[in-house]
């Protein structure tokens, strides 16, 4: 926006009535907290400390970097690329438009995985990320299981890249092992039989539904997304080779697409899977699934 254009905005209050209008007419009902929320990621504060400081001035340069984000927003950018960070499992992850957003769905995976694992009271996990875009889910459990070592893997260089800084951010760089890879291509034999699990949230939207999403999601690396015709072109060569790097008492946990249950059932029945459960999202919503090497004892 040139300053010409620029609104008479002078208090945090009128910042925000005046963002609540660019993103009027919302086709998205959490269009109008995004003006909160990029405002907040300004002044550095929380949402709930917004309405102590309505009556604040802002300064000149907060004034232009709210109007440029605004600007982008109304453009249909994702707000997690704009300010360049998303929250999960209460960390703020490193984003940019070359690794999906993290989910709070995701978020469920990850609880899944730690309840697994403190359940059988595995001391030191060996996981297996396929597909880590942001990193979101290994550098969490690495940050959360210490003891933990984690090889996590993705087919694309940026997203990795994206991924290490988070490693950094974070403080897991010693116990996670980035590698450049599609699936398990590049994981020499020396892996075989080695993980207590692999964990993935692999791309599961069917093609059709792809170009049906909305233009936000749109803007987020098609890899991540885009599962082939019928959205499980990733997920059945992914457990296909998981029995050959698992250890013998290892699991298998999986997202994957609301109406995908059956089908992922089956395929990890048709691959000697044992054990196998799903579980539903916040939403109630089919959403994990988990198969184990072992059978019931
Ligand atoms: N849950 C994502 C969506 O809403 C899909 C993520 C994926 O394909 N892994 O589009």
Same mark, same amino acid.
């Given at each position: 926006?040139?300053?010409?254009?620029?609104?008479?905005?002078?208090?945090?209050?009128?910042? *925000?009535?005046?963002?609540?209008?660019?993103?009027? *007419?919302?086709?998205?009902?959490?269009?109008?907290?995004?003006?909160?929320?990029? !405002?907040?990621?300004?002044?550095?504060?929380?949402?709930?400390?917004?309405?102590?400081?309505?009556?604040?001035?802002?300064?000149?340069?907060?004034?232009?970097?709210?109007?440029?984000?605004?600007?982008?927003?109304?453009?249909?950018?994702?707000?997690?690329?704009?300010?360049?960070?998303?929250?999960? @499992?209460?960390?703020?992850?490193?984003?940019?438009?070359?690794?999906?957003?993290?989910?709070?769905?995701?978020?469920?995976?990850?609880?899944?995985?730690?309840?697994?694992?403190?359940?059988?009271?595995?001391?030191?996990?060996?996981?297996?990320?396929?597909?880590?875009?942001?990193?979101?889910?290994?550098?969490?459990?690495?940050?959360?299981?210490?003891?933990?070592?984690?090889?996590?893997?993705?087919?694309?260089?940026?997203?990795?890249?994206?991924?290490?800084?988070?490693?950094?951010? @974070?403080?897991?760089?010693?116990?996670?092992?980035? !590698?450049?890879?599609?699936?398990?291509?590049? !994981?020499?034999?020396?892996?075989?039989?080695?993980?207590?699990?692999?964990?993935?949230?692999?791309?599961?939207?069917?093609?059709?539904?792809?170009?049906?999403?909305?233009?936000?999601?749109?803007?987020?690396?098609?890899?991540?997304?885009?599962?082939?015709?019928?959205?499980?072109?990733? +997920?059945?060569?992914?457990?296909?080779?998981?029995?050959?790097?698992?250890?013998?008492?290892?699991?298998?946990?999986?997202?994957?697409?609301?109406?995908?249950?059956?089908?992922?059932?089956?395929?990890?029945?048709?691959?000697?899977?044992?054990? +196998?459960? +799903? +579980?539903?999202?916040?939403?109630?919503?089919?959403?994990?699934?988990?198969?184990?090497?072992?059978?019931?004892?």
């Amino acid at each position: 926006m040139s300053p010409t254009e620029a609104p008479v905005v002078e208090t945090v209050g009128e910042a *925000l009535v005046w963002g609540e209008n660019q993103l009027g *007419l919302p086709h998205h009902s959490s269009y109008v907290n995004e003006a909160h929320e990029i !405002l907040c990621w300004i002044l550095k504060i929380k949402p709930t400390d917004l309405f102590l400081r309505i009556q604040n001035r802002l300064t000149a340069r907060d004034k232009i970097r709210f109007f440029d984000m605004m600007n982008r927003r109304v453009r249909q950018e994702p707000v997690a690329y704009i300010t360049g960070e998303k929250n999960f @499992f209460g960390r703020d992850f490193i984003v940019d438009p070359s690794v999906l957003i993290p989910r709070p769905e995701t978020e469920l995976l990850v609880d899944q995985a730690l309840t697994h694992v403190r359940k059988r009271g595995i001391e030191a996990p060996r996981v297996l990320e396929i597909g880590t875009g942001s990193g979101c889910i290994a550098v969490t459990l690495a940050h959360e299981m210490p003891r933990a070592h984690i090889v996590a893997i993705d087919i694309s260089e940026e997203a990795l890249r994206v991924a290490s800084r988070n490693a950094a951010r @974070f403080k897991t760089e010693s116990n996670v092992t980035f !590698l450049h890879s599609d699936l398990y291509g590049k !994981l020499g034999p020396e892996w075989e039989g080695d993980f207590d699990m692999i964990i993935s949230n692999p791309p599961y939207v069917s093609t059709e539904v792809y170009h049906t999403l909305e233009a936000e999601v749109r803007r987020e690396p098609r890899l991540a997304l885009d599962g082939g015709p019928d959205g499980l072109g990733l +997920i059945r060569p992914l457990v296909q080779h998981a029995k050959r790097y698992l250890s013998p008492s290892g699991i298998l946990l999986l997202e994957m697409g609301y109406d995908q249950a059956l089908s992922v059932r089956r395929i990890l029945e048709e691959n000697h899977f044992f054990q +196998i459960e +799903i +579980i539903k999202d916040y939403a109630q919503h089919d959403r994990i699934a988990k198969g184990e090497m072992n059978g019931p004892v």
